[in-house]
């Protein structure tokens, strides 16, 4: 979450059940944000330990799959994965989602066009994204003047397919050579990334007179660093971007004039600094925006350094971006740092050779496993006591050294919806829905309960989904 917040308090396993407000005290957004994920923590685990990792209620089924002119049909409805509560608006075609921008490569779509008759896996892939005024203009108060107050976060669902290879789908919807859950184990929750940090203990003095430098943080303000995943492992070269503030330094991008970019505020923008430029459909695809270094900052302008810039389409604004946006980052090159496209190399430890990385100021982090585009982890930055918070433990020789921990996000949670394949223009289907019933015994007949005719799995989809009434607003902001 890219939000301008001091820091993030919740750590389940101290089983907070609530915060309590004081009289008299100062009031800070973490303890609000902290209060939300108590409860968020505790509901969405109740969810899943009655219900289990996915399920759709047997009333309401969502996410079911079906063929439809040709094309494949999600149906409105609701599913619960991970504990979290997820809700599809109307039915919609896989090719036209809310949330996902399918890539011109998709092997499903292009499946459906050749005819092959190859299985596909369907997926359920549910996150949660940060959504500013920027993504939705709503957030603001017209009546204040419109001023940013609170941001939000979005839970976001797309459905996704693999192919799976050595499957076969049989006239009667059963599947050989896999069950609904195997692919699960090839997708990853949270990255397998991990990060230390650390203020700089200081470089070894060998003279017994002099004093080696103290091990504290050094900036004259409290930070909430933010180290972001870019370039991922895949790409060869995995780089990092940081930023002292969490992110949250960001303006709507209006318009290109050159080598300029239009924008509609330059608060906390500076020559020399480096800049993201993203907008929504770049986000939802987890692919990292571009990054060009500023010149010059005057008015509504940034001036970009044309050899900053990768491709000349870089650049490029149009009305067909979603929510287009400049972010600013702080990582700059200098003696002992080189940057890749704007970006930091990532440098991973070995078992015997520890590889510290300066951010500023005396922060210092250390990479460890692959990591994804997108995982990010923060690190507030205290100047009383010039520390920061930063979970330590013993090693075997009894020193202190700081503990090397997963991101903070972004995590994923899927669930199987079903298998399929087009072979003469029809589907064949092998459905993978969950149901679970209400517990209550004096609901529709009690224990004879059944689920409705249209949540029954069906083999072969040659027949429509039923039509369903609207369920409320489209999905805002797309």
């Known amino acids: 979450m890219k939000g301008d917040f001091t820091r993030n308090t919740f750590d389940p396993t101290k089983h907070y059940s609530r915060v309590l407000m004081q009289q008299g005290r100062v009031t800070l957004d973490a303890d609000s944000n902290e209060q939300t994920a108590i409860l968020l923590h505790y509901l969405r685990t109740l969810t899943r330990d009655l219900i289990g990792p996915y399920a759709a209620p047997a009333e309401d089924v969502g996410f079911q799959l079906s063929g439809v002119a040709g094309a494949l049909n999600i149906t409105a409805g609701r599913y619960y994965v991970g504990g979290i509560l997820v809700e599809n608006d109307e039915n919609c075609l896989y090719s036209a989602q809310p949330y996902w921008k399918l890539p011109p490569d998709d092997g499903l779509l292009k499946d459906m066009k050749d005819q092959t008759g190859k299985v596909f896996w ?53 599947l050989s050579g896999s069950t609904c859950s195997t692919p699960l184990g090839d997708l990853v929750s949270v990255s397998r990334a991990r990060l230390a940090a650390r203020v700089d203990p200081g470089h070894k ?15 004259r303000e409290n930070q909430l ?92 604004w149009s009305p067909k971006l979603v929510h287009p946006k400049v972010r600013r980052w702080d990582q700059r090159a200098n003696e ?49 006591g010039g520390r920061i918070e930063w979970p330590t433990s013993l090693d075997a020789a009894g020193k202190e050294v700081a503990d090397a921990l997963p991101p903070h996000g972004v995590e994923h949670h899927y669930a199987p919806l079903g298998f399929v394949s087009w072979k003469n ?54």
């Not at 990385?357 to 995982?375: A, P, Y």
């Not at 059944?450 to 040659?462: H, L, W």
Request: charged share 25%; with cysteine.
């Open 122 to 174: 369907i997926y359920l892939d549910v996150w949660e994204r940060h959504v500013t005024a920027i993504e939705d203009d709503s957030i603001r108060e017209s009546a204040l003047g419109g001023p940013d107050t609170c941001t939000r976060a979005q839970v976001v669902w797309q459905v996704k397919a693999r192919l799976a290879p050595n499957v076969t789908i049989e006239k009667n919807g059963e």
């Open 205 to 219: 003095v060998e003279d017994a007179c002099v004093t080696p430098p103290d091990s504290k943080f050094r900036g």
């Open 225 to 316: 660093y933010r180290v972001e995943i870019h370039d991922d492992s895949d790409s060869g070269q995995p780089t990092f971007k940081w930023s002292r503030e969490n992110g949250s330094v960001v303006t709507p991008w209006l318009g290109t004039e050159g080598n300029d970019l239009r924008v509609a505020h330059t608060r906390g923008f500076s020559a020399g600094s480096w800049v993201e430029l993203a907008d929504d459909d770049l986000e939802l695809q987890g692919k990292p925006g571009v990054l060009v270094k500023l010149t010059k900052v005057e008015g509504d302008l940034l001036s970009v350094d044309p050899a900053s810039v990768p491709t000349t389409s870089a650049l490029a």
């Open 336 to 384: 002992r740092t080189t940057l890749i496209r704007g970006g930091v190399p990532v440098k991973e430890r070995t078992a015997t050779d520890p590889l510290w990385i300066d951010l500023e100021n005396g922060v210092q982090i250390e990479f460890s496993g692959e990591c994804r585009t997108g995982d990010y982890w923060l690190i507030p930055a205290r100047v009383a």
């Open 425 to 478: 223009q029809k589907m064949s289907l092998a459905s993978c829905t969950c149901l679970f019933l209400p517990a209550r015994s004096c609901f529709n007949g009690g224990a004879n309960l059944q689920p409705p005719k249209e949540a029954i799995a069906i083999g072969m989809a040659g027949e429509p989904t039923p039509p369903r009434r609207p369920r409320g607003r489209k999905t805002p902001n797309r």
